[in-house]
């Protein structure tokens, strides 16, 4: 589970720091859109995994760092656990308003630096889900919706990354505060 420790920084950190030139103007910063935390589960997958937010002072740092040329307004991590084992992370991180995540080419954006090696997209419950596994065994997947987008990692032999994904998109969807990208999903 250290690799996936090691891994998750420059996975959160390539999608923080993504900058688009088009993506944003340069007038006066907005005030942070909060992540609704109401879409991460406290568990999934019939109670077997349960969510806590990593709330450690190196992790909410790593959210606040580079305000200006980042895309990203803010940021949440949980770790995504079986019993004390850690399997796994969820980022959920709003962007930026005027970031235009209809555009393939500002998605990729985040994307690109996170999804290293053979990207497969893939529907989960509806949503497009774009995936990569890596040598090690670690699965990641990103996933958009209306001003915001996901990062799963996991790593397990026990849970695939598509089905934790799924329980969370299915768990997502029944809450008010996830609302689809129109052009990434289609209803089931």
């Known amino acids: 589970m250290r690799k996936l420790r090691r891994r998750l920084a420059p996975a959160a950190l390539a999608a923080l720091f ?3 030139a088009s993506a944003c103007g340069g007038g006066p910063q907005a005030a942070p859109v909060p992540v609704p935390t109401a879409l991460a589960p406290t568990a999934v997958l019939g109670g077997s995994l349960h969510f806590y937010r990593n709330t450690a002072p190196y992790t909410v740092a790593a959210f606040r760092q580079d305000k200006k040329d980042s895309l ?3 940021g949440q991590l949980w770790e995504i656990r079986r019993a004390d084992r850690l399997i796994g992370t969820l980022e959920i991180a709003t962007v930026k308003p005027g970031v235009n995540l209809a555009k ?4 990729s954006s985040f994307t690109t630096p996170i999804l290293i090696g053979a990207q497969s997209d893939i529907r989960l419950s509806g949503q497009e889900v774009a995936t990569v596994s890596s040598e090690d065994g670690v699965s990641t997947l990103v996933w958009f919706g209306r001003g915001l987008f996901e990062v799963v990692e996991l790593k397990d032999t026990v849970v695939t990354g598509p089905q934790l994904a799924t329980a969370i998109i ?3 969807q029944t809450r008010p505060e996830w609302s689809p990208l129109p052009e990434l999903y289609t209803p089931i």
């Not at 393939?104 to 998605?107: A, C, E, N």
């Open 18 to 20: 993504a900058t688009t």
């Open 72 to 74: 990203i307004s803010d």
């Open 104 to 107: 393939s080419s500002v998605r």
């Open 170 to 172: 299915q768990w997502q």
